[in-house]
């Protein structure tokens, strides 16, 4: 997020978009093992507008892959 967060205003460069979208991917995945660890999570993905929505408030990323990321890991 730091080479986003950098970037003059305009638009984005189709390496930063695509970097941000494979790390959000990962982040939708990626079930945290402790209750902290949701907590940790959530509180980045509110702040984050590939989650949330950009300028036109359209996430990047569908409620199922949103929550899907906060449920149980399988054993």
């Known amino acids: 997020m730091g080479r986003y967060d950098s970037l003059p205003g305009g638009d984005v460069p189709d390496d930063i978009a695509a970097e941000m979208m494979r790390t959000g991917g990962a982040l939708c995945s990626y079930r945290p093992a402790t209750i902290e660890g949701v907590h940790f999570k959530a509180a ?32």
Request: aromatic content about 10%.
């Open 44 to 75: 980045h993905m509110v702040t984050c507008d590939v989650f949330v929505g950009g300028e036109n408030g359209d996430p990047d990323f569908t409620h199922l892959q949103l929550v899907s990321g906060f449920l149980p890991a399988t054993p």
